[in-house]
């Protein structure tokens, strides 16, 4: 069992449509981070959410960290080719000395 | 300035063999973390460095080791190489080893074993 579960596993949409992915635990984050991974590339940091019921926004993305801080969501809004790529949430529960990442979306947005 | 540099890009090995490679921190940079990426396991820990001493490590066998320098750079080993060890395999660095800080990754080497 992962510590940290992403949904869908799996996105393919078309270019112009909104998408929603999560990052489930039943464990408690200080905060929580977001990657965004591309075709060979390293991850790289979009946000880190640390107040309970916090909203961040990035232009066309929205980041939630839910008020139990266990969970987090990311919006987009209007999808566009350049935002396909694997999306990955990641944190250190409790006293955790070192992150763990959750398995991943990968979103494929079409022309 | 300058990311986080990993060698080399891509490595294609033998079965029993033995693989080091290399990482460079971001300048300023002391906590080294590296990383298996795999389709099936996702982004698993191996171990982190700073100040030259190993301060965590996730579960992987003892063929999986590493070392990090007075510069900071970081090099890991895996001794008698599986085919099971095909991955992508992913150096960050961070300023210091609290596990909330931002990792800044390198773009991986990616080995793969025939």
């Known amino acids: 069992t992962q510590l940290l579960e992403q949904s869908p596993q799996f996105l393919s949409i078309q270019e112009g449509e909104n998408l929603t992915v999560y990052c489930n635990s039943s464990s408690v984050f200080s905060s929580l981070q977001w990657y965004r991974q591309e075709p060979g590339e390293g991850p790289v940091l979009l946000v880190t959410v640390v107040t309970g019921g916090e909203v961040k926004k990035l232009k066309r993305l929205t980041f939630q960290f839910g008020d139990a801080r266990k969970d987090s969501s990311l919006h987009i809004t209007a999808a566009q080719p350049g935002d396909t790529g694997l999306y990955l949430c990641a944190g250190a529960p409790g006293s955790a000395r070192q992150l763990t990442f959750g398995s991943g979306t990968q979103l494929t947005v079409l022309p | 300035k300058a990311g986080v540099t990993q060698t080399p890009r891509y490595l294609i090995k033998t079965r029993g063999q033995q693989v080091t490679l290399s990482c460079s921190p971001i300048s300023g940079h002391r906590s080294v973390s590296w990383y298996q990426q795999t389709p099936g396991q996702g982004l698993q820990f191996l171990f982190e460095?700073?100040?030259?001493?190993?301060?965590n490590k996730g579960n992987f066998p003892g063929r999986f080791s590493g070392r990090q320098f007075s510069n900071s750079r970081s090099e890991m080993n895996v001794s008698t190489l599986e085919l099971g060890d095909s991955a992508l395999y992913l150096c960050?660095?961070?300023?210091?080893?609290?596990?909330?800080?931002?990792?800044?990754f390198g773009d991986g080497t990616r080995l793969s074993i025939l």
């Open positions: 460095y700073f100040s030259e001493t190993q301060r």
């Open positions: 960050a660095s961070s300023l210091v080893p609290e596990g909330n800080q931002p990792q800044h």
